[in-house]
């Protein structure tokens, strides 16, 4: 009896060092390796960090080269993309969802410009600082406004992979000289409307979502006005918003514009326009690209690229772009900075410029010999000018609110259940519970 209670003992305590052991070198918690995914040999089969990173549907394949470029100089760590949905709202939700039950499930994923402050303030990701610091990432090469939109409360929560600004793309085979105005861009979508197979003049993306509030931000600045001033106050109910909205809405019910226009985001008006059903279209710099690449465009070649036509006081375009954030919770946080500073570096934005055509927050890509020929208006310092001077949406680490106050405004205004000055009244009665 003594020598099996002995014995019994003896097991318990194996057990339990065996247990102590392995929770000690687990690869949780905030442990740093000191090279590419040295502190985690543990829960892979082939002794890889497995990583997952998150980022909405990309149409131009550009992020899966990414990762297997990644993946094949890092060879202690295993990305996995995994597609999220490409409506920003919804990507958005269905982060919130994992990170409210600090899930471990994703390690790296894409914020968009509009995001950092709230995902900071509830503690989803993690500051990148001391990574920062350590590797001596040099900050100034980077696009400052991206930059800053990544910061919060004096620290960085994400580094900027690219920036998007809004532009109008055309046939030039169509088109003799792309529209300075808004009114000359519904004339000549109206007149050119039919040419060569044609079924539209124009597409752009008025579903009630993300989008359509970076569409109301470019009519409301085309036309002088603007959503909350320099103050922070709501500005939004000025003679020059609502005229700015005026135009919008016209142009979303004409009938140059596809009848069923209010369930357009990117993805709709990207695919009308290279399968060739719409003479211009509003979207953001990666539409060059994709419009000239042969194996999916009906359109390559035939494509011109100019800047959003002026309202009665400028062109302006609404800043977007995404960045890359670290889960707070993500059990391989070195591996994850180490994905994450590929990805947001020179290495990882060249990729997503030549292969995806999106314009780097890295600025020195702007001399890059192959990412100019991949898109040869990045050459023009107007372009590169224009990311700069692009509108913000409202920061704030409510900005969901407010963003949804205006969708759904906007929305009505379109669908003509209410006026524009209505909408814009609505609109300036919420926002102001909405800023404090
Ligand atoms: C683009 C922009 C992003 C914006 C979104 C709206 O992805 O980069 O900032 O919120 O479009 O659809």
Redesign the pocket.
Known sequence: MDRLKHFKLAAFLLVLMIALVACSSGSGGESEGSSDGKQAEEGSDQGKVKLVYARGRDTTGATQKIVDSFNKSHKNIQVELREMPAD?GKQHDAYVTMLNAKSSEIDVFDV???WPAEFAQAGYTLPLDRFIKKDNIDLSKYNQGALSAAQFNGKQWALPRYV?AGLLFYRKDLVDKAPETWDELTKQAKNLKGKSGTDFGYVF?AKQ???LV?NAVEFIAAYGGEILDDKGEVAINSQDSIQGLKKLVEIANADYVPGNITTF??VESETAFIEGESVFIRN?PYQWALSNNKEKSEISGKVGVAPLPAGDEKSAAAL???MAAINKYSEHKQAAWEFLKYLAGPKGQKIMAIEGGKAPSYTPLFEDSEVLEANPFFKNKEFVKGLDAAVSRPVAPNYQEISEIIQVNVSKAIAGQVSVEQAVKKMEQELKSAVK
């Open positions: 920003s968009d410009v509009v998007d993306q979502y993300e989008g970076c985001t990117e953001w977007g772009g995404w």
